[in-house]
C-alpha cells in the first residue's frame, strides 16, 4: 500500500490546475500524504498542499502521479530515476501509451489506491556523449537516444558498435536506440518493430539509410552500443535524448549508450492489456 504520494503536473499548463487541485483534494480526503512538485505550484496558487522538490519528493514518496501527456511522463521518470519510486500516469495528453488513466476515472484509481494494481518494470537508457577521450555530457532516455541530422538535407556518417564489435558503417539521416517502451514512438516510425515493454532488450533503428539492406537490430538490453561520428564529411549532426534535450556533435565525437542501473516501475490499472492498448492507440483492425 502506498503512504505517500507525489503530484507532478505538466510543467507549465494553466489548463491542468483544476485537475491538479481535484486530485490534491481526492488524495487528501483519504489520509494520504500528499507533496505536490515545486514546479506545480505555480499552478495551485494559495493552496496549502505541502509544496517540496523534485529530489524531495523523490526521497520521501512511494508513488508519484504525473498529470500530462507521455511527454511529461517521460520527463518526470528521468527526473526521478535514481530514487526507489512507482509512478502512476493520467492522461490529460494524446496518445497515453504510458499515461493510461483518464482523470474522470476515479474507481480505477481507488482500486489502485487500495492494492488492485499491475507493476511493470521497464529498461531506461544512460548514455554519454565522449569528445577528445573526455565525457562532455551524460543523459537518461526513456523512450530513445537519436543521433540525427539538423537543418540541412544532407546524411550524416556514422559507426556502430555493440560491446565493441563492430556492426556496420552508415550513411544515413540518422539512427534510434530504443527501448521497447520506445518501440511505438520514433522508432516505429522509422520501420522499426514493435517490442513488448517488458523485454530485456534494444532496437537499433536506421533512419532514411541510404542502402536497402539496412534493417533495424534487436540486441539484447545489457549490451554496450558506441556510435562513432566519422570524421570527415559529417557536419549539423546532434544527439537527442526523448527529443526532449538536444546536443550538437562534431566529427570524431562517441555517443555511448547502456541500460540504466534502475528500472522504471510503472503502476498500471488491474485490468491493463498492453495489447489492447496497441489496437486502440494504433487503431489496428479499423475498416478505412
Known amino acids: 500500500m ?3 504520494i507525489g503530484i507532478i503536473g505538466k510543467y507549465g499548463d494553466p489548463d491542468i490546475a483544476e485537475t491538479l487541485k481535484t486530485f490534491c483534494d481526492y488524495l487528501q480526503q483519504k489520509d494520504f500524504t500528499i507533496m505536490l512538485d515545486e514546479s506545480s505550484t505555480e499552478l495551485l496558487k494559495n493552496d496549502d498542499t505541502e509544496t517540496v522538490s523534485r529530489d524531495t519528493l523523490g526521497e520521501h514518496c512511494d508513488l508519484a502521479i504525473v498529470i500530462g501527456g507521455d511527454g511529461t511522463f517521460l520527463s518526470v521518470a528521468r527526473s526521478l530515476a535514481a530514487y526507489d519510486i512507482a509512478f502512476l500516469g493520467i492522461n490529460l495528453g494524446r496518445l497515453g501509451f504510458l499515461t493510461d488513466i483518464s482523470p474522470e476515472d476515479k474507481s480505477t484509481l481507488d482500486a489502485i489506491l ?4 499491475q507493476t511493470e518494470e521497464r529498461l531506461l537508457l ?3 556523449v565522449v569528445r577528445n577521450g573526455a565525457t562532455l555530457h551524460k543523459n537518461l ?3 530513445d537516444v537519436v543521433i540525427h541530422k539538423w537543418e540541412v538535407a544532407r546524411m550524416i556518417e556514422f559507426e556502430t558498435y555493440v560491446n565493441g564489435i563492430f556492426v556496420n558503417s552508415q550513411r544515413s539521416d540518422g539512427l534510434i536506440v530504443s527501448t521497447p517502451t520506445g518501440s511505438t514512438a520514433y522508432a516505429l516510425s522509422s ?3 514493435i517490442l513488448h515493454p517488458t523485454l530485456n532488450a534494444i532496437t537499433l533503428v ?3 539509410p541510404h542502402g536497402m539492406s539496412n534493417r533495424p537490430v534487436v540486441i539484447d538490453g545489457n549490451s554496450c552500443i558506441e556510435i562513432l561520428i566519422h570524421e570527415e564529411k559529417t557536419a ?9 534535450y538536444n546536443l550538437g556533435l562534431i566529427p570524431g565525437d562517441r555517443v555511448v549508450v547502456n541500460k540504466y542501473s534502475r528500472p522504471v516501475r510503472l503502476i498500471h490499472p488491474p485490468e491493463h492489456d498492453h495489447f489492447r492498448l ?8 479499423q475498416k478505412l
Open 114 to 117: 487500495s492494492g488492485n494494481y
Open 206 to 208: 536506421p533512419i532514411c
Open 191 to 193: 520501420g522499426g518493430p
Open 141 to 143: 532516455a526513456f523512450n
Open 126 to 128: 544512460n548514455a554519454e
Open 236 to 244: 549539423n549532426t546532434q544527439v537527442s535524448f526523448d527529443g526532449q
Open 278 to 285: 496497441l489496437r486502440a492507440k494504433l487503431h489496428w483492425s
Open 2 to 4: 502506498f503512504q505517500t
